[in-house]
Structures are given as C-alpha cells and as structure tokens.
C-alpha cells in the first residue's frame, strides 16, 4: 500500500478496556502506515470530534446505549456520520451475532459487520486492510484520470493550435 496521506481512524466504544486493547492492536499491525487513531465512549463525543476531524474510518460498538443508558446507540450514530459525510468507512462491532443487526448496520451506511468473538481484532485489522486497499485505489485512480484529463487537454490545445494556423496562416503547412 502507498498511503502517504495521515488516515484517522475513530473508535467508539463504552468498554474502556477493550477500546485500549482493539487501539493497541491496530497500531501493532499497522506500524508503519501514517494512521492516527482517536477514543470516545459515546456516540455523542465522537459527534463532537467527527465534524471537526472528519475521519476516514469509524469502528463503532452497536451497543453504545448498554454502559450510560441515556447515550445514542450504534445505528443512530452511524446515521449521523452518514448524513455528515457519507465516505467515511464504518465497520459496526457488537457482541450480537445476529443477521438482523448485521442487515440494518449495512442498510444503515456501515461497510463491515464485525462480532465480538475470539477473532474479533483479527477480523478488525482484515477490514482495516481492505479499506485501506479501498482508499489507495481510489487515489490511484484520482491521479490516472487526473492525467488522462491533462493529456486531452493538451491534444486540444494542439488540435486548436494547428486549426488557427490552418485559419490564419495557411501557407505554413504548404
């Protein structure tokens, strides 16, 4: 991966521990890679932030609400990062392993499902790494069509050049 730009990545999630241990694991397998991750225990903190930092990436717990009861859970967080920027990557983690949550979390804007299980940071960092892939490409493309662009312009400007000779000189070419 060629990620030259610094990606901020949020983490909202209630359990303080795991939030540490899921933030550590992230910067061990992405040592080198120019990342930025940032805390929050509510939905409502995060917002605070999100408007500001504008993350590219959000891992967000489903059950923000089971920890402070009176804090928004995970889909209408999510609903408000999607309606702020809609290209955000948001992969929702929960401990339901349950097709209907997992079926309104992507209805909702999320990219990725992710249950909390014995594999869960290592099925974290897989989503991690293709979006990763998925915003290297999309620069990559952005830099191609950005050349493409530069190359017809500048076989217009010849095409237009050669047409005002033709017109106003038009012995040149004889």
């Known amino acids: ?10 983490i909202v999630e209630d359990n303080k521990t795991f939030a540490l241990a899921l933030k550590t694991d992230i910067e061990t397998a992405f040592l080198n890679m120019p990342i930025k991750l940032h805390s929050f225990i509510t939905g409502e903190t995060c ?3 999100f408007e500001i930092i504008k993350p590219q990436i959000v891992i967000l717990d489903y059950h923000l609400d089971s920890r ?10 999510l609903d408000l990062m999607k309606k702020e920027n809609n290209e955000t990557y948001v992969i929702m983690l929960t401990g339901d392993d349950n097709i209907e949550i997992a079926l309104k979390s992507y209805r909702h ?12 940071f290592r099925k974290i960092i897989y989503s991690l790494f293709n979006i990763f892939r998925i915003i290297d490409s999309k ?8 050349m ?12 237009g ?3 005002a000779i033709q017109i106003f000189a038009p012995n040149v070419f004889i």
């Open 68 to 77: 402070y009861t009176d804090a928004m859970d995970g889909i209408k967080v």
């Open 109 to 120: 804007g999320a990219c990725d499902y992710v249950v909390k299980s014995d594999t869960q």
């Open 139 to 146: 620069v990559e493309a952005k830099r191609y069509k950005n």
């Open 148 to 159: 493409v662009i530069g190359i017809c312009l500048g076989i217009a400007v010849i095409v």
């Open 1 to 10: 991966m060629t990620l030259k730009k610094q990606i901020d990545i949020f």
């Open 47 to 49: 917002m605070d932030k």
């Open 161 to 163: 050049v050669v047409i």
